[in-house]
Nanobody
Framework: QVQLVESGGGLVQPGGSLKLSCVAS????????MGWYRQAPGKQHELLAG???????DYADSVKGRFTISRDDAKNTVYLQMNRLESEDTAVYHC???????????????WGQGTQVTVSS
């Protein structure tokens, strides 16, 4: 089955940087849009960034100028480079992707299990 697995989270000091990765695996025919969400304790999921299959990119205002999304289609991977991290960025970060599997006639939306990012001194 199609799976998304994130990595790269951890503990970082305010002002520091982290790069998250998310690899899609399984019987994949095509990957469409990919993106990153986060969920902080007691808060709703927040859409941070999205990238289409043609390279179109959009960011939430809260991360614009600090976070950069990119993708490597040869590796079925989406990245999130996070700079100038703040304590408010502490959350579980999830990747998401619209993927058509080899057994399907249309795409479906998939989520990863998430990776914890903690920004603290």
């Amino acid at each position: 089955q199609v799976q998304l697995v994130e990595s790269g989270g951890g503990l970082v000091q305010p002002g520091g940087s982290l790069k998250l990765s998310c690899v899609a695996s399984g019987p994949i025919f095509k990957i469409y849009a990919m993106g990153w969400y986060r969920q902080a304790p007691g808060k709703q999921h927040e859409l941070l960034a999205g990238i289409t299959s043609s390279g179109g990119i959009d960011y939430a205002d809260s991360v614009k100028g600090r976070f950069t999304i990119s993708r490597d289609d040869a590796k079925n991977t989406v990245y999130l480079q996070m700079n100038r991290l703040e304590s408010e960025d502490t959350a579980v970060y999830h990747c998401t992707a619209d993927i058509q599997s080899t057994a399907a006639s249309d795409k479906a939306n998939y989520w990863g299990q998430g990776t914890q990012v903690t920004v603290s001194s």
